[in-house]
């Protein structure tokens, strides 16, 4: 065996335990409701029973399956299979769409979760193409520049299947965001109008067999920085999810055809907590390679995040600062490339403390005596 790069070596409380518990907890909803309108589509409880399905499974899990989604099967597959084929490429192909400081899209295999290298590689590209972001991290700066994809040589279709694949994704998270809307008493067209303009990206993973499983880690600990994220994984398994009621890690158990979804950070702080973004992570394996493709909802560069004016009240006053999404998503990018001293941006940086909550909550109180 090569010697493997220290890098990769997860502190001991962040490793892998053998015998994980599999989730069979996280809730499976079936969308055929939605999917196939001439199903019990003129019964409203039908819909209604739905959304509260989806608003309990986000609630006490972050994170839930689906089936009867509508996404063909065969667009699924055509992706999966040039996944395979991109990656199955010597890396000196792969590096012709590498990813730099200038171009942030593409093929990388050095990215780190909390500082740890990830035993993994990647191939990015937007939904949007160019999609329009902060040219710079920096508040005061206005400038504005584009990302454009980079799409390879080989397979030479990869393009055209992300693309159709791209497309399926929106209509599901449309979709999933209405019924999100639905269940915290919003009108269903109340997230819409943040992703006219999205930044949103569709991620390719390639997890090789890992001859330190026990060690390392394809994806670190981590919470998903998105609105919504929608993961096809295959069917060798490795996602984790941290159960809310204990901690514990749960291994999702792969369901041929179904998309896992979790709520990530932005709507975490849109709907003030009501709704958290839950920690996961993902495993290797030392027999089999694996791979997975999350599609990663995300606003227009101009939105400031902050939580929904018909959720805070004086009893619920807002639990975060606005921030704006573009400038907070070019930081993140930032770390990628060089090494930061300080922890990256996260949205607790944005949370206003709990002691200025009850001062406010004390105020409100005395007003209403
Ligand atoms: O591959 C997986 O199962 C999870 C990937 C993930 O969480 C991510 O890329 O953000
Ligand atoms: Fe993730």
Known sequence: MAEVDPAFIQAQEHRPKPGIIKAEGIPFIDLSVI???????????????????????????GFFQVINHGVPLAKRQNIEKASREFFGQPVEEKNKVRRNKEKVLGYLDTEHTKNVRDWKEVFDFTVQDPTIVPASYKPGDKELTKWFNQWPEYPPKLREICE???????????????????????????????????????RLNHYPSCPISHLALGVGRHKDDTALTILAQDDVGGLEVRRKTDGEWLRVKPLPNAYIINVGDIVQVWSNDIYESVEHRAMVNSARERFSIPYFLSPAHYTNVQPLKELINEQKPAKYKPFNWGKFSVTRKRSDFQKLDVDNIQIYHFKIPESELAEKLDGALSISK
């Open 35 to 61: 999917s196939s309108p001439n199903t019990n589509s003129n019964d409203p409880r039908v819909l209604d029973s739905l959304v509260e399905e989806i608003g309990n499974a986000c609630k006490s899990w």
């Open 164 to 202: 159709e694949y791209a497309k399926e994704m929106e209509k599901v998270a449309f979709k999933l965001m209405e019924l999100i809307a639905l269940s915290l008493g919003l009108p269903e067209n109340r997230f819409l109008e943040f992703f006219e303009e999205q930044t949103s990206v569709i």
